[in-house]
């Protein structure tokens, strides 16, 4: 599988897949600290809005959930010419009417976003684009997510016995089998000690990546 640039709307894997990959990093690198972080928050994590990404430097993007099979995925790496483009691109054309408009219109107000994808019906769309645009961000911004390898290398960090930690991770929240049991003995901080649980065991919940899971276990 490849990326394009720029982009086309079938680079991107299925939402669920996408969703799963996200939403287990996010739930890795969960901490209290940065739940409580009032200032411009940076790495992976999921709140009401959905799942985020910032590096707090060349790329951060967005990626939610808008009703039943529908989905939106936006933001910006520093590779997108959407908006340097003369005339700059229109990356609302086209778009499904419950898109989150009022946000995307105060990113484009404020030149910080890159591109926009949405997916309902079974497939996913973005606007039309010139055909001599170079990129619009999203093979560089995405690839971490889009491509499996890629997204344990980013879980190897956290995990405890690196690769196949990550891939023990990785198969239980494509099964929706991810629980807290299996986050606490596999699960390290970045200075490898412990990690906080009672983030990730919030995390966790909010993802979906455990059907299952029972809301007394392991409180937080």
């Given at each position: 599988m ?5 982009g086309l709307?079938?680079d991107l894997?299925g939402?669920?897949l996408?969703?799963?990959r996200?939403?287990?990093a ?7 600290e940065?739940?409580?972080d009032?200032?411009?928050?940076t790495g992976v994590?999921?709140?009401?809005e959905?799942l ?6 060349c ?11 529908r989905?939106?995925l936006f933001?910006?790496d520093e590779?997108s010419?959407?908006k340097?483009y003369?005339p ?5 054309a086209?778009g499904?009417d ?5 946000e995307?219109?105060d990113?484009l ?5 890159g591109?926009?994808y ?7 769309g973005r ?5 001599d645009?170079d990129?619009d ?9 889009v ?14 016995y ?5 891939e023990?991770?990785m198969?239980a929240?494509?099964?929706?089998r991810?629980?807290?049991e ?7 901080a ?5 990690p ?13 990546l ?11």
């Open positions: 490849t990326i394009h640039r720029p709307p079938t894997p939402p669920d996408l969703w799963t996200w939403a287990l996010a739930v890795v690198q969960a901490t209290t940065a739940e409580d009032g200032v411009h928050r994590w999921i709140d009401d959905g985020h990404l910032d590096d707090c430097g790329t951060w993007w967005t990626f939610s959930r808008v009703g039943e099979g989905y939106v933001g910006e590779s010419g959407c340097w003369e700059p691109v229109d990356m609302l086209g499904p419950w898109l989150p408009y009022e995307l219109r990113r107000a404020g030149n910080e976003l591109c926009v949405w997916y309902e019906d079974g497939a996913w606007a039309p684009y010139p055909e645009l990129d961000g999203l093979d560089c911004g995405m690839s971490r997510f491509f499996r390898a890629e997204t344990l290398l980013l879980l190897a960090d956290h995990v405890a690196d690769r196949p930690a990550a023990l991770l198969a929240a494509e099964g929706h991810l629980t807290p299996l986050l606490a003995a596999h699960v390290v970045e200075d490898r000690g412990d906080d649980l009672p983030a990730m065991v919030r995390a966790l919940r909010r993802t979906g455990d059907r299952e899971a029972e809301a007394g276990q392991l409180q937080a």
